[in-house]
């Protein structure tokens, strides 16, 4: 099967694009994904370990099995302002 | 989706008093607003500007199960705006409004205090600051 996988934030910018395209075997997991990308997409290689895979909207263990026509994508730790001290927290 | 929550992602600037007016309402005694603005300085490094990207569909998905979660939490929250600018946002301009009216105080702070933390932690947003010093960096959430 073929997928499409986004990309956002700083992965778009490393790979210089929105979306890229992956071949893989029936049966694949989210892991096969993974690594197939980073095998063919050297900028991605170091990231591998701190994004996010989200299938169909929601975020997707390695484990989860993929689908022709599951939407993809790959999500850089997101971003925010600090939520600061929890109350009663030691100063 | 609720018709009392109005969740949405927008390029243009939030108007706050108008989403302040949106969520009065006849049986709320406490409206709780949270405007999260863009900050000039971060790590001790000056800030000339942010940008946010989201992955829009998974976000919005995100902020109804965030919807849903609160109402869970504040049975009684009345109405319930999460609303999300993107794109270019000047310093000193909301990025991120919440906002919620409970009959009583305490809930209403509860409730969006909630939102907009659970908001930070889940919802698919990235920030990129731009940098007074030259470059600019997509910065991650902290855990605390």
Redesign the interface.
């Known amino acids: 099967m073929e997928l499409e996988v986004r990309l956002f934030a700083g992965l778009r910018e490393a790979l210089g694009r929105d979306k890229v395209s992956v071949r893989l075997p029936e049966g694949a997991r989210v892991a096969d994904l993974v690594a197939q990308l980073a095998r063919e997409h050297a900028p991605l290689a170091p990231h591998v370990g701190r994004f996010a895979v989200a299938v169909n909207l929601a975020v997707a263990s390695r484990e989860q099995g993929l689908r022709a026509g599951d939407e993809v994508a790959l999500l850089p730790p997101v971003g925010g302002g600090a939520p600061g001290r929890p109350e009663g927290a030691p100063r | 989706m609720n018709a009392d929550d109005r969740l949405e992602l927008t390029r243009a600037p939030i108007d706050v008093g108008a989403l302040y007016a949106w969520a009065t309402h006849a049986g709320a005694g406490g409206v709780a607003l949270f405007s ?1 603005t863009a ?1 000039d300085v971060h790590e001790g490094q000056s800030v000339l500007s942010l940008e ?4 829009d ?2 976000a919005l ?1 995100s902020f109804r199960e965030l919807a849903r979660a609160t109402r869970a939490r504040v049975p009684d929250l009345k109405k319930l705006a999460i609303v999300h600018r993107l794109g270019p946002v000047p310093i000193g301009e909301a990025s ?1 409004v919440v906002v919620a009216s409970c009959p009583h105080r305490a809930e209403a702070f509860l409730a969006c205090r909630f939102a907009i ?1 659970e ?10 600051e731009k940098l007074g010093e030259g470059g600019e960096r ?5 855990p ?1």
């Open positions: 999260g900050r946010y990207e989201a992955y569909e998974m998905a991120v933390d908001l930070k932690k889940s919802a698919p947003i990235w920030k990129k997509w910065v991650e959430n902290k605390s």
